[in-house]
């Protein structure tokens, strides 16, 4: 039986976006890509580069809507079997409304992997945009519980929504941690990286080696960081494969989400034998169970502690056993994707 081609509408400069397109074309599937990207990290060789604006992470980016009349007709030209956005009111939008224009009969299928859906700018005009895209989407993925509760209360069938993260490679690190404190999430509100920062101000870091990886940080506040803390070592942004080194250096991974999806950095963090100190978030403790096989933390003073806790911890072997078991149990990325193709195909 021949495999159905998949058409992925999504950022092909991301991590997310390379995991879900390279996986379909090493299991042998027809792949097209198309992307607001100027650049293609991924295996897909059928790749339309829909505009040449550069994307902002911040949001704004209303020249994808001029990308949607050239994309209809590359659907009426690939007639894809499957279309499968990235990102709810974004991505999910612009394929929508050009599968609609172009008027070819394929399923329709949105991935939402966190702030698309939990975290979007004014909440209630993109509800109600996520609503409209997700109730005409066949299939929806979700990273976390929270995520599916999210689409739950906008009123979407949740029998057509699947629950987890596509996992992480499973391979065994041998790297001198010499790391003790990383952070690696974008400089937004939603991160609170200057409560980490802040918070590390307040205790002895004199003899700690402190990473903290900050993308999407504009000039002056980066300047202004540098100034605060000269102690730690900043990066405004890092390749994956600089990225992954990093983190299998670090003793400890921390994070201050106010709201996430299942976290890749989480996830990545685990598998390299770091112990993470995060917050105490719906997602977070999907994965992580106080004092088991890492820290979840309420406040400024409960980080601390628990940081102190880390940092002079005689238990951190036991955590890393814990977590190298659940990685290789509901983590696996090659198990995790065969789940994923599974719903992706099964019919409805």
């Known amino acids: 039986m021949k495999n159905k081609n998949i058409f992925f509408i999504a950022d092909a400069m991301s991590i997310h976006t390379e995991k879900w397109v390279n996986y379909f074309v090493e299991q042998g599937y027809e792949v097209y890509l198309a992307t607001f990207s100027g ?28 990308g949607i009349s050239k994309l209809a007709k590359i659907f009426r030209k690939v007639k894809p079997d499957i279309v499968n956005a990235h990102y709810s009111y974004s991505m999910g939008l612009i394929a929508l409304l050009a599968k609609r224009r172009s008027k070819i009969k394929c399923e329709f299928s949105v991935v939402c992997h966190g702030s698309d859906v939990l975290a979007p700018p004014k909440p209630y005009i993109f509800d ?3 609503r409209y895209i997700l109730n005409r989407a066949n299939k929806i993925f979700v990273v976390s519980d929270q995520l599916k509760d999210k689409v739950e209360s906008l009123k979407i069938d949740v029998e057509k929504v699947y629950v ?11 790297i001198s941690k010499d790391i003790d404190i990383l952070s690696n999430r974008a400089y937004n509100a939603n991160s609170r990286i200057d409560f980490l920062l802040e918070a590390i101000d307040t205790m002895d870091y004199r003899n700690l080696n402190i990473v903290f990886v900050i993308p999407n940080i504009g000039d002056m506040d980066y300047n202004i960081l ?43 963090a685990m598998k390299l034998n770091c112990i993470p100190i ?25 980080f601390l502690f628990k940081l102190n806790n880390a940092l002079n911890s005689s238990s951190s072997e036991s955590i890393v056993h814990v977590n190298k078991m659940l990685i290789l149990e509901k983590g696996s990325y090659g198990k995790q994707m065969n789940k994923i193709k599974e719903f992706m195909m099964e019919k409805q």
């Open 128 to 130: 109600k945009l996520n």
């Open 164 to 174: 987890g993260q596509y996992g992480v490679d499973i391979s065994d690190s041998d």
């Open 278 to 302: 995060v917050s105490n978030i719906v997602s977070n403790r999907s994965w992580i169970l106080d004092g088991i096989n890492g820290y979840l933390f309420n406040s400024k003073r409960d």
């Open 39 to 66: 650049t293609n990290n991924t295996k897909c060789k059928n790749i339309y580069f829909l505009g040449r604006t550069e994307s902002k992470a911040s949001g704004g980016n209303y020249h994808y809507l001029l």
């Open 226 to 268: 540098l100034s605060k803390y000269p102690y730690v070592t900043f990066y405004k942004h890092v390749e994956y494969s600089k990225m992954i080194n990093l983190v299998s250096r670090a003793k400890i991974y921390i994070s201050a989400t106010k709201s996430d999806g299942t976290s890749l950095s989480l996830l990545e």
